[in-house]
Structure formats: structure tokens, C-alpha cells
């Protein structure tokens, strides 16, 4: 900093001037110190190699698996609620909820019930794996957090019960208020009732429709009092008439197996950049959904926005980004939930 001299072109001598002068100086000195270049940052590769050491009938048509590291380490930790991503030996990657003990860290325990109607992960499960076998995993993740209250009421409805039991679990460990209320077409089909045998009885009720007929929701949202947080995990009619139902007061969190249907949804066109393929996406149809009749091994796992798997780049058009975690503007979309504003999206597939 140059000090500018005064009326009479003298360099002043006022100490404040100079103590001014002096420690800009030194600030212009610092800043013109930098810092070392950081190394890039380059994405952490969670994905680990586990070995399937059992798969045992839990209910009809579902099967539990064991996994652990081939040489017994620990694994990462988890919470109520977390997932498991598998990689299949076909390529489909699904997800699977955690329905082991979080105390344990050498094995993860994942349930799967057999779907005929599926996109085929859970037939290549059933038919296809077997112990002894290693598979793709990555996570723990956790896209249902377990909300920590006083009081709880848990509805599972079948295979539902995967990322519900550890939180039944947790919630008696943490000496809450809870109930759990576990729904099915018969008690055969229900995984996981041993499990559930050293809780308290009085806090479970089994309901299933052969012995007390198809459940009204706003029968199982009773014990949804103020204050309650409500856990819920089923099929998407039980899940969409529970929403319908709820008590204001109460708090839900829930998780889905399948995608909502679509809602307000136009028709738009999607062009495959690498073909050159224009397909037509109907109003109550996802572009997932069309896409993977055109291309069977599109990338996919959740059908519900939250998981990324089928993040895709979009190439030209407008989204209608219906995704919690696609930032607008962003150039990419999740073809399983986000679609087109109108017209035509050119996607790079
Ligand atoms: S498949 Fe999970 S976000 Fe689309």
C-alpha cells in the first residue's frame, strides 16, 4: 500500500496511517501464499464380495440369506431400516432390506419372497443362488431411517417385515411404547414369526386374511395416537391406504415394494441416442418401464426415485424432474419416476 503524501507532498508520519499500511501489507503477503494442490477426489468404491454361507425357508415362497465376508471380517455397520444392494449374476441389481441383528458384524441376513410376476431378481435368488455362492454387494444404506420416539406403531404387511423387525427390535431394546401389527394372506406366508416369539405377545398382533378377512386401514392406524410415530412396510395398496387414513397428529414413515402408480402423468416421447429409437410413453406408464421393453438390461433397482440406479443423462428435451434427489437443472433424470414436460426427451441409452 502506498501511502499518499499530504497537501504539502510530504509522506505522512501518522501512526495509524502506518500500522494500516503495515498490515495490509502483511494480509496481501498472506493471500498471496497458496495452498498446496490437494490431490483429485476420487469416489469411495463401497462395494464388497460376500460369500452366501445360508439360504433357508423362513415362509411360503421366501427364503432368508446369510452373507458374510469371505475371510470372516467385520463388516460395515448398519441401522434399522438399512438396505443391501445385490449385484446378480445375470446383472439385475436389486434391493434388499437388513433384517438381521445390528449387533452382529460378521454376517448380514436379507430376505426374499419369490415373485413370479417380477422383474426377475427374486426368481434368480430363489432358483439360482445357493450357498457357498459370492456376490456383488454394496451399502448399507439407508433410504428408511428409524425415527427415534417414545411410542411406536410398526405395520408390516408380509415381506414388509424385513426392515421392520430390527426396529421392533430396537424400539423393545430402547424400552419404548410399541406395538407391531403384522398382516399376510395366511400365517404361512408370514417370514420371521419365530423371531418375533421372544417379544412380548401383547404387543403383537398377527392379522391374516384367511382368519380375519382383508384389513381396513383405518382399523390399523387405531393405536396411531398423537405423538405416535407409525412405521409402515407393504404393498403399495396398503401403503397408499394408510396414507389415505392417517391421523393428523401421528407421524408416518414408510416404505414401499413397488413403485405409486403415476399421477398427472402426460404422454411424452423418448428418442435412445444410441439407436435412434423413438419409443412413446403413455400417461400412466414410467419411461422405465417402456425402456426396458426396448432394452432389457437398463440399469434399474428401486422404481421409486430414491436409489439413482437408473440415473441417465439427458441428452435434449425438458424433465419434469419428479424425484426428491434430482436437482433441477441438473442434465440427467431418473426414468423411473421423472418424465418429460412435454415433447420429447432424447436420453443417452
Ligand atoms: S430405479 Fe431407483 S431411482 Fe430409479
Redesign the pocket.
Known amino acids: 500500500m502506498t501511502i499518499p503524501p499530504d497537501l504539502y507532498g510530504r509522506r505522512s508520519r501518522d501512526r495509524f496511517v502506518l500500522a494500516a499500511s503495515a498490515l495490509f501489507t502483511g494480509v496481501q503477503k498472506l493471500r498471496s501464499l497458496r495452498p498446496p494442490a490437494l490431490p483429485p477426489v476420487r469416489p469411495v468404491d463401497r462395494s464388497m464380495r460376500l460369500t452366501v454361507t445360508s439360504v433357508v425357508p423362513v415362509a411360503e415362497d421366501v427364503v432368508a440369506l446369510t452373507l458374510a465376508a469371505p475371510d470372516d471380517r467385520v463388516l460395515p455397520a448398519w441401522q434399522p431400516g438399512c438396505h443391501l444392494d445385490l449385484h446378480l449374476p445375470s446383472g439385475r441389481r436389486r434391493q434388499y432390506s437388513l433384517c438381521g441383528d445390528p449387533s452382529d458384524r460378521r454376517t448380514y441376513r436379507i430376505a426374499v419372497r419369490r415373485l413370479p410376476d417380477g422383474g426377475g431378481g427374486s426368481l434368480e435368488i430363489h432358483n439360482a443362488i445357493s450357498e457357498g455362492d459370492t456376490l456383488k454387494v454394496q451399502g448399507p444404506r439407508n433410504a428408511f431411517p428409524f425415527i427415534s420416539r417414545d411410542r411406536y406403531l410398526f405395520i408390516a404387511g408380509g415381506i414388509g417385515i424385513t426392515p421392520i423387525l430390527p426396529m421392533v427390535k430396537a424400539a423393545h431394546k430402547a424400552a419404548a411404547d410399541w406395538h407391531l401389527i403384522y398382516t399376510g394372506r395366511s400365517r404361512a406366508t408370514l417370514p420371521f414369526l419365530d423371531d418375533l416369539a421372544g417379544l412380548p405377545e401383547s404387543r403383537i398382533t398377527i392379522r391374516t386374511d384367511d382368519e380375519h378377512g382383508v384389513p381396513d386401514c383405518a382399523d390399523l392406524l387405531t393405536r396411531a395416537t398423537p405423538g405416535t410415530a407409525v412405521h409402515v412396510c407393504g404393498p403399495a395398496p396398503m401403503i397408499d391406504g394408510i396414507r389415505a387414513a392417517f391421523p393428523p397428529a401421528a407421524t408416518l414413515h414408510y416404505e414401499r415394494f413397488a413403485p405409486a402408480p403415476v399421477t398427472d402423468g402426460k404422454p411424452f416421447e423418448v428418442e435412445l441416442a444410441s439407436s435412434g429409437r423413438v419409443l412413446q410413453i403413455p400417461p400412466a406408464r414410467s419411461a ?1 418401464d417402456v425402456i426396458k421393453e426396448e432394452k432389457p438390461d437398463v ?13 441417465t443423462r439427458v441428452l435434449s428435451g425438458e424433465v419434469d424432474q419428479r ?1 426428491p ?1 434430482d436437482p433441477p437443472g441438473d442434465d440427467t433424470m ?4 421423472s418424465r418429460a414436460t412435454q415433447g420429447r426427451l432424447t436420453l443417452d441409452l
Not at 299 to 311: D, V
Not at 334 to 337: A, K, M, P, R
Open positions: 422405465l440399469a434399474y433397482s428401486c422404481r421409486q426415485g430414491f436409489c439413482g440406479t437408473c440415473k424425484a434427489s431418473l426414468i423411473c419416476v
